[in-house]
Each structure stands twice: as structure tokens, then as C-alpha cells.
């Protein structure tokens, strides 16, 4: 959102509804005077409240862009280092879990071929 139009628009708003509420109530010209005064330093207060918000907004925003712009490389980084440091320890574990792993598959394939041979021979003392 742009400031300045915000801005224009707030102010618009507050001086034309400031003038209707003063020209629409019947007073003497003293006391339109006094209240004309009164509403006028009431919307510049109003207004430089705004200004200041709009100023803390905008400083909190460039804070946060300059902040995210420094960190995130550096996040990224250790990011990529825990990965890599990560791999890197568990190597060892992964290469132990395949040789487990070729070993129970040896181990599975001599029991195919034991069961195997003892079907056979179960079928030729049965065909005997």
C-alpha cells in the first residue's frame, strides 16, 4: 500500500468530516471558532500519529528485509553442513545394515535350496 494516497485519503476524510459536524450543529460564530480550532489540533495530532506509525512500520519492515537477506544464507549454509556432516556419520551404519541385509538374503537362499532338496527327496521316497 502506498503511504501518500493513505495519507491524502486519511486527511480528506478528517477535515471533510470535521467540517460537516462543525457546519451542520448551530453555534455562534465564537463557538465554531473555538471548535474549529479544537478539531483542527485534534486531526494534526491525529495525522503525525499516523506519520509516526506509518515510520515504525516501514523501519520494522527494512529491519526485517536487511535481517532475512543476512540470515538465510547463513541458514542455508549450516543447513547444508548439518546434511552433509549427517551423511557423512551415518555411512558407517548404512554400509553395516547392507552387509546384514546380503548376509539374510544368503541365508534365505540356502533355506530355498534345503527346502528344495528335501521336497525332492520327500517326492522320491513317495514315488518308491
Not at 553395516?96 to 525332492?120: G, H
Request: charged share 20%.
Amino acid at each position: 500500500m502506498k503511504t501518500k494516497p493513505f495519507l491524502i485519503g486519511l486527511t480528506a476524510g478528517i477535515v471533510g468530516g470535521t467540517i460537516a459536524v462543525l457546519f451542520s450543529t448551530p453555534q455562534s460564530g465564537q463557538q465554531l471558532r473555538s471548535n474549529l480550532q479544537a478539531n483542527t489540533d485534534s486531526a494534526k495530532e491525529k495525522i503525525q500519529d499516523v506519520k509516526l506509525q506509518v515510520s515504525n512500520v516501514k523501519h520494522s519492515v527494512n529491519n526485517l528485509r536487511s535481517e532475512a537477506k543476512n540470515n538465510i544464507p547463513q541458514i542455508i549454509n549450516d543447513l547444508k553442513q548439518s546434511i552433509n556432516t549427517f551423511s557423512t556419520e551415518i555411512e558407517p551404519t548404512q554400509n553395516k545394515l547392507q552387509q546384514e541385509i546380503d548376509a539374510l538374503q544368503n541365508s534365505i537362499s540356502v533355506i530355498e535350496k534345503n527346502i528344495a532338496q528335501f521336497t525332492d527327496r520327500k517326492n522320491n521316497t513317495l514315488e518308491k
